[in-house]
């Protein structure tokens, strides 16, 4: 049976981190926003689909199951998928790395909403100057830093972040730096040229085959102004 992903339709935003490691797996599944609109969405969200009801998108259906939580999704996929080692540490560490993903995330979408989601970008646009550039001269350092060092101490070398084999943390890394890429050109390929693995892991995930073909299709939604990464040339530097 296909596997069912629930997102927003219309942009990349956290949804496109299942979809990258769906399509690098080559697993059947089925967009269902893009395909039938939110509604069925909703029904899920609102509790009348599910008596666990995610918090919020994306959250993916497995058969009977409804799995939220973005990291939790890709926990739960990336054994079927062969996206995770098989041995219980190594799943952790790459969960535990997952994690820091969506830390990262949080980050990277508060420096254009730093007052909240409840305010338009608008209407918080100093704070976000000021939260965009404390980002990028600590916050984003310091999250790439660490992947960098985690690549160089991988015992099984720098190409993947956990063992020889590409993981759905690597895919995760590959959509992390598209992002910083399209938000803060400038800003981020200052910092990138201290990170030499980072960035050649990023152009070694993107061409996977599976994975550069669905780049280069129109099921890869461009990146937009709705999303968690936007690019407001005022914020970068
Ligand atoms: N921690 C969750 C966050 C999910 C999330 O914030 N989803 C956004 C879209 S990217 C949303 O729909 N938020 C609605 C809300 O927070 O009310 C994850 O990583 O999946």
Known sequence: MAYELYYWPGIQGRGE????ALEDAGADY????REKGTAPMMAFLDGKATTMPPFAAPFLKDGKRVIGQTANILLHLGDKIGLAPKAEPARLWTHQIQLTVTDFVV??????HPL????????QKPESKRRSEAFLKSRLPKFLGWFEHILELNPKGDKFLVGAR??????????IL????????KGSAKVLKKMPR??????????????????????????????????????DG
């Open 30 to 33: 089925v967009d269902v926003c």
């Open 107 to 112: 980050e990277a979408h508060d420096t254009h």
């Open 178 to 185: 598209e992002g910083m890429r399209y938000a803060f050109p």
């Open 116 to 123: 909240g989601v409840d305010f338009y970008y608008e209407d």
């Open 198 to 235: 980072v960035a050649a892991l990023h152009d070694r995930v993107a061409d996977r085959p599976r994975l550069a073909k669905y780049l280069a299709s129109d099921r890869r939604l461009p990146f937009n102004e709705h999303g968690i990464f936007r690019c407001y040339p005022e914020l």
């Open 166 to 175: 590409a993981t759905y943390a690597d895919l995760s890394l590959f959509q």
């Open 17 to 20: 981190f299942i979809r990258l």
